[in-house]
């Protein structure tokens, strides 16, 4: 695949040893040319905002965090639901959670906005499962 069609990664998690771990399973499994973590969810919404409206960004896979003390992922989806469809069309979510909670997984597999449910940690098997088209040869 052609390294202009391959998506983008944002990561939006509290925990900067989870941001860490993300960036690093990201770089080594798939074949992307960018990921940027946010430990501050309201940073990583003023970051999808202001990049995404410009319409130049590309295609870009946000992992989100469920339970973070600032905002939840809950919240972040409910801010993300009032961005322009132009911006909401550039980005596919997927949380990324320790939670195994049924409601959790229910809730989030209900929402539109959400693309799939990843459980932490996250590994370079659950990376090639759920995103088997980008995958390093």
């Excluded at 319409?55 to 993300?80: H, Y």
């Amino acid at each position: 695949m052609e390294q202009e069609l391959l998506p983008d990664f944002l990561v939006i998690d509290d925990d900067p040893i989870n941001n860490m771990i993300c960036n690093r399973m990201i770089q080594l499994s798939l074949a992307v040319s960018s990921v940027q973590t946010f430990t501050d969810p309201g940073e990583g919404l003023a970051h999808i905002q202001v990049k995404y409206a410009a319409g130049k960004a590309k295609k870009t896979i946000l992992f989100l965090d469920i339970n973070m003390p600032s905002m939840t992922g809950w919240e972040v989806l409910d801010k993300f639901s009032g961005f322009a469809s132009e911006v909401q069309d550039k980005v596919k979510i997927f949380m990324l959670s320790s939670s195994v909670d049924p409601h959790d997984i229910e809730r989030a597999s209900s929402n539109t906005l959400v693309a799939g449910y990843i459980t932490k940690s996250l590994s370079q098997a659950k990376l090639h499962s759920t995103f088997s088209d980008y995958v390093r040869n």
